[in-house]
């Protein structure tokens, strides 16, 4: 069912909505941004439509409301090991189709990958998702060519129109509401791109011999290993654990889920002093190939949603978009060196 409503119309909604879930939301942080005096629009909890930027991408995706950038999973005693609790409220998220599309990457890993991780469960059956409609292409993305830039599994969907906005429902518990406080009711279909300046092309056959091109040797130098495009992509789920004993009592403290990145040094460290993935490149291979090549094995489609948030994070200016564009060149490459 789709309905028009006023600005005041869809805040009252938020308000009676807010009573049972944590609203979320891209909104501005003023002088959060990477440099001095500069904004940061990322994911917060918000009480009105107004603060939802709806012009501009997000830095940070929503991931951290279903993955915590920090996570207590349980507390421990001499004796007594205690599960921490979820939320007290469910969650709704305001997101754009390329992240609701992330969604179901998530779901992948922590649901369907193997036994399903209780912690992650605990939260995502008691988030809904509001679908933000994009009217134009945002800077760096190709969800286009990976076929994100359209969703219709959303709980909610909100467009700009005019002073007011349109909400297509699919979830018949938010229906009364919307009736009671809308202007009329219509048709409504969500706004998506259809065509973006950066594409992206894939190769047909891409197999594991990718990995012995040196076009991944060109990111040794070249990348930092930073992990910022780890920590901005809404489909990236590495993390480390920690122990944190308490200063009063060392045999009491809690186990911490914390996010990590497979592109920093360290990450694959063994016992003994091993390490899988040494160089700088080695982990940009990981990366692009666990994206495109591994992860479609396992799950049928790509893990990447083409949002191009590493692009507009990364310090030192390396374009995925353009790295997946140079697969097809490494696969003539190592075809090449089989064949000799």
Known sequence: MGYELTGKGLNEAMEEWAKDYAIYGPRRFENGGRFSDTDCIRYGEVTSV????????????????????????????????????????????????????????????????????????????????????????????????????????YDLSVDLAGDGYQVDCKNEAFDD???????????????YVTETSVRVKIPEGIDQRISGSSM???????????????????????????????????????????????????????????????KNGDRMRFKVLHKFLTFKKRA???????????DDICPEYISFSDCVNRLEAGMKEVAANDSQ
């Open 216 to 278: 991944w040797r060109e990111y040794d130098s070249r990348c930092i290993g930073c992990g910022r495009c780890n920590f901005v992509c809404p489909t990236c789920t590495c993390f480390s654990m920690q122990d944190i004993k308490y200063t009063d009592n060392e045999k009491a403290g809690e186990r911490r889920r914390v996010w990590s990145s497979c592109m920093v040094e360290g990450y694959t460290e063994v016992a003994g002093g091993g390490s899988h993935r040494k």
């Open 177 to 191: 509401l919307l009736q009671q406080l809308c202007l009329r009711q219509k048709e409504v279909v969500p706004a």
């Open 50 to 153: 107004d603060e939802i930027v709806f012009d501009q991408k997000s830095e940070f995706s929503f991931k951290e409301v279903l993955l915590p950038v920090s996570e207590v999973l349980f507390y421990y005693t001499e004796d007594s090991v205690k599960e921490a609790e979820g939320p007290k409220k469910g969650a709704l998220i305001f997101l754009r189709s390329c992240d609701l599309h992330g969604v179901k990457r998530l779901d992948e890993m922590y649901l369907h990958n193997g036994p399903a991780d209780s912690f992650y469960r605990k939260i995502r059956e008691r988030v809904k998702f509001v679908l933000m409609g994009c009217e134009r292409e945002c800077t760096n993305g190709f969800c286009v060519d990976l076929g994100t830039n359209i969703c219709t599994d």
């Open 300 to 310: 049928g489609y790509h893990m990447c949603v083409g949002c191009g948030r590493c």
